[in-house]
């Protein structure tokens, strides 16, 4: 799923959370949705560490520069 994360960080721009969310869990049936965002912020705070995504914001991401 890792790899569906990072596809889902927009090159141009930071997205917030939730869209991230809705893009990259759709196949995930929404009661499990606070789940999945704990996943999510997993994968992101993973990529962040190989520097291959920033915060430039709370609770938004964009692709490292």
Do not use: C, I, Q
Request: aromatic share 4%; hydrophobic share 45%; charged share 30%.
């Amino acid at each position: 799923r890792e790899a569906k994360v990072f596809a889902a960080v927009p090159n141009d721009g930071a997205a917030p959370v939730d869209t991230l969310l809705a893009a990259v869990y759709a196949d995930v049936p929404p009661h499990l949705h606070a789940m999945a965002r704990r996943s999510l912020l997993a994968h992101l705070l993973k990529l962040r560490h190989d520097r291959r995504v920033e915060e430039p914001t709370p609770e938004h991401w964009a692709r490292a520069r």
